[in-house]
Each structure stands twice: as structure tokens, then as C-alpha cells.
């Protein structure tokens, strides 16, 4: 999605490289690296701590930022049609439910001034008349004493909008494989999976290896095998007519779009249920879908290398949450 390169250094569409310190002395001294981010060849902006800058141009001080250097920030993804964002307060609700829970100083913007920043960078981006993808990312910026949190530090805050490169037609036509990973977690107990986190290698690393295994997600479960969530989504079950999703009581993210999916079960009167789901209750459903805010509803064909419910896919009720679901753009 973005090249990265330090300012200054020789070399182009360089990728991460590690610099030569003693080359660039002068230009590093005291330690004060930045780095640009480099976008596409398009005049992008993004924007990064009040200022909107051209993406190719964009500094950020990577020695000193702990969302760089040790993976504490927060993030929060979200799809915008013609400039209209139906989900925008829950996003920015989880957001700062996060800040607080981990102890991350809200003193210094609120959520009207990132909801002004996104409005203002879609039109900058020319995305108010199309399907956008936009991406805000907080990060603590710097510790006190050997990794003790400053509460007077002023978190980073960097925002994303780009043309939404979506999932292909055909995964919503005739689902997708989904693959159950080798990283096991536990049922219970880690508040951690409750926020969204830039900290995301567990994620990708679960990513890449349903890829390997020609599955387009993969899915946390436990040793003994207790369904969890998805690396990049929630899943949800159908069995006779009835939805369900596991609890928040569980390791999972409370996912803006599994939220959204359980309100129009309520409001169209669709049979729900939060609850336990084992493996074995994923193999005998009717229909399984994946939620995210990019995504939105996407049908399971095939959960390993078993088939999903009698193979129509989408199922009825799929199709029929993700049709209520549309109509709230």
C-alpha cells in the first residue's frame, strides 16, 4: 500500500532498508530520524498530526514514536460511500473507549476534530463522490522511564483516505474459503483482543497461512477447539433460521460491523443468539458469514476442507443481512 524511505537517502521505491548511521551522520545526528511516507504516483494527502501534507512528503519521527518502535497505537478502518459514513460514531466510540482503557492522554483532540480531519481529507482526496477507504491510526508517540507510560505525552494521530480497492464481486457471489490457523488462544481472560491494535502480526501471520492454504481468512480458536473470531473479521453462524456470533465475554474485537449485524437481527425480528460455538457447530451450520467494516457481509463456502450448509452460497439469511445492511448507506 506504501512505500517507505527515509528522507534523504540515495535510492528509490525502497522498502524498509536499514540505514547506514555513520554515512548519514550529519543528517541523523542526536538520533532524530524521520521518514516519508511515499504513497502512489497520484497527488495524495494524508494527514498527520494537524497538518494535511502530499503523501510523498509526509515526515513522521520514527526513532522516538512507540507506535513504530514497539507497536502501541490503535487503529480504527472504515468504509465511506459518497462521503457518507453511517458507522463513524461507533468507530470513533470504540476509538477513545480504547484510549482510555490503555491509558492513552485524550487531551489533545476529540472526536469531532477527527471527524472534521476525515471530511476535510476526502474532499482533499476527491472521495466525497465515490467509495473511499479510510484508515485513523493513534499512537502513544513516546514513554517515560524504560517503557512506562507519560501520561502528558501527546499521542500521533495519522489519517488514511484512499479509493477503496474492494473484495472482488465473485467472493459475494460464491463465499469465500476460510482456514483454521495454528495459533491457538485462550477462550477467556486477555482484555487485549478487545481493542484494535497496529501491534497486528499475530493477525497477519494467521493471514498469510490461510493464504498458503488457498483460503481467503483464517480463524482463532482454541486448543480445544472453540471458535473465535477471524484475523481481519468477526464470524457469525446460521443453524434453522437462527443467527449467532460468539459473546464479548470472549477473546474477541467487538467489531463495529458484528454490532451493526445484531441490530438489524433485532430490528427485522431475525431469531439471534450470542454464544459458544465449537468447531463442530461450524461444520453443521446452515450458512457462515464474515463481518468488517470493508468487507461487510461475506459468505463462507468452505471452512477447511469441509463445505459449507448444502453449498448455496450465499445462504438466505446472508443474503438477506446483507441487503439491510446496504440500505443503511
Same mark, same amino acid.
Given at each position: 500500500?506504501?512505500?517507505?524511505?527515509?528522507?534523504?537517502?540515495?535510492?528509490?521505491?525502497?522498502?524498509?532498508?536499514?540505514?547506514?548511521?555513520?554515512?548519514?551522520?550529519?543528517?541523523?545526528?542526536?538520533?532524530?530520524?524521520?521518514?516519508?511516507?511515499? +504513497?502512489?504516483?497520484?497527488?495524495? @494527502?494524508?494527514?498527520?498530526? $494537524?497538518?494535511? /501534507?502530499? *503523501?510523498? =512528503?509526509?515526515?513522521?519521527?520514527?526513532?522516538?514514536?512507540?507506535?513504530?518502535?514497539?507497536?502501541?497505537?490503535?487503529?480504527?478502518?472504515?468504509?465511506?460511500?459518497?462521503?457518507?459514513?453511517?458507522?463513524?460514531?461507533?468507530?470513533?466510540?470504540?476509538?477513545?473507549?480504547?484510549?482510555?482503557?490503555?491509558?492513552?492522554?485524550?487531551?489533545?483532540?476529540?472526536?469531532?476534530?477527527?471527524?472534521?480531519?476525515?471530511?476535510?481529507?476526502?474532499?482533499?482526496?476527491?472521495?466525497?463522490?465515490?467509495?473511499?477507504?479510510?484508515?485513523?491510526?493513534?499512537?502513544?508517540?513516546?514513554?517515560?522511564?524504560?517503557?512506562?507510560?507519560?501520561?502528558?505525552?501527546?499521542?500521533?494521530?495519522?489519517?488514511?483516505?484512499?479509493?477503496?480497492? +474492494?473484495?472482488?464481486?465473485?467472493? @459475494?457471489?460464491?463465499?469465500? $474459503?476460510?482456514? /483454521?490457523? *495454528?495459533? =491457538?488462544?485462550?477462550?477467556?481472560?486477555?482484555?487485549?483482543?478487545?481493542?484494535?491494535?497496529?501491534?497486528?502480526?499475530?493477525?497477519?501471520?494467521?493471514?498469510?497461512?490461510?493464504?498458503?492454504?488457498?483460503?481467503?481468512?483464517?480463524?482463532?480458536?482454541?486448543?480445544?477447539?472453540?471458535?473465535?473470531?477471524?484475523?481481519?473479521?468477526?464470524?457469525?453462524?446460521?443453524?434453522?433460521?437462527?443467527?449467532?456470533?460468539?459473546?464479548?465475554?470472549?477473546?474477541?474485537?467487538?467489531?463495529?460491523?458484528?454490532?451493526?449485524?445484531?441490530?438489524?437481527?433485532?430490528?427485522?425480528?431475525?431469531?439471534?443468539?450470542?454464544?459458544?460455538?465449537?468447531?463442530?457447530?461450524?461444520?453443521?451450520?446452515?450458512?457462515?458469514?464474515?463481518?468488517?467494516?470493508?468487507?461487510?457481509?461475506?459468505?463462507?463456502?468452505?471452512?477447511?476442507?469441509?463445505?459449507?450448509?448444502?453449498?448455496?452460497?450465499?445462504?438466505?439469511?446472508?443474503?438477506?443481512?446483507?441487503?439491510?445492511?446496504?440500505?443503511?448507506?
Amino acid at each position: 500500500m506504501f512505500n517507505s524511505q527515509p528522507t534523504g537517502y540515495g535510492g528509490k521505491n525502497l522498502q524498509c532498508r536499514v540505514l547506514n548511521f555513520k554515512k548519514h551522520n550529519k543528517k541523523y545526528k542526536d538520533n532524530k530520524i524521520t521518514w516519508t511516507i511515499r +504513497g502512489s504516483e497520484m497527488n495524495e @494527502y494524508i494527514f498527520i498530526n $494537524n497538518i494535511y /501534507t502530499d *503523501s510523498k =512528503k509526509a515526515l513522521f519521527p520514527i526513532s522516538s514514536d512507540c507506535g513504530f518502535v514497539f507497536g502501541d497505537g490503535l487503529f480504527e478502518t472504515m468504509k465511506a460511500r459518497n462521503g457518507n459514513i453511517p458507522s463513524f460514531d461507533l468507530h470513533l466510540d470504540r476509538l477513545f473507549s480504547s484510549m482510555l482503557q490503555l491509558r492513552y492522554n485524550t487531551d489533545f483532540f476529540t472526536s469531532e476534530n477527527i471527524r472534521s480531519a476525515v471530511f476535510k481529507l476526502l474532499l482533499k482526496n476527491d472521495l466525497l463522490g465515490t467509495d473511499a477507504y479510510i484508515k485513523i491510526v493513534v499512537t502513544r508517540s513516546s514513554y517515560g522511564h524504560k517503557l512506562i507510560f507519560d501520561p502528558k505525552s501527546k499521542p500521533g494521530l495519522i489519517i488514511f483516505a484512499k479509493k477503496l480497492m +474492494g473484495y472482488p464481486d465473485d467472493f @459475494y457471489k460464491t463465499g469465500v $474459503n476460510v482456514f /483454521t490457523c *495454528s495459533i =491457538k488462544r485462550n477462550a477467556f481472560g486477555n482484555d487485549i483482543y478487545r481493542h484494535k491494535l497496529i501491534n497486528y502480526f499475530e493477525n497477519v501471520l494467521a493471514k498469510n497461512e490461510a493464504a498458503a492454504n488457498q483460503a481467503q481468512e483464517a480463524l482463532f480458536t482454541t486448543r480445544d477447539k472453540v471458535v473465535l473470531e477471524g484475523a481481519a473479521s468477526n464470524l457469525f453462524t446460521v443453524k434453522g433460521g437462527k443467527v449467532f456470533t460468539p459473546p464479548l465475554t470472549q477473546n474477541i474485537l467487538p467489531g463495529i460491523t458484528r454490532q451493526l449485524v445484531i441490530d438489524i437481527c433485532h430490528k427485522n425480528k431475525i431469531k439471534f443468539a450470542e454464544k459458544r460455538i465449537h468447531y463442530f457447530n461450524l461444520l453443521e451450520a446452515d450458512e457462515v458469514f464474515l463481518t468488517n467494516s470493508i468487507m461487510e457481509i461475506m459468505p463462507v463456502k468452505r471452512v477447511d476442507s469441509y463445505a459449507v450448509g448444502l453449498g448455496a452460497v450465499p445462504g438466505p439469511l446472508t443474503a438477506k443481512i446483507h441487503k439491510l445492511y446496504r440500505s443503511m448507506f
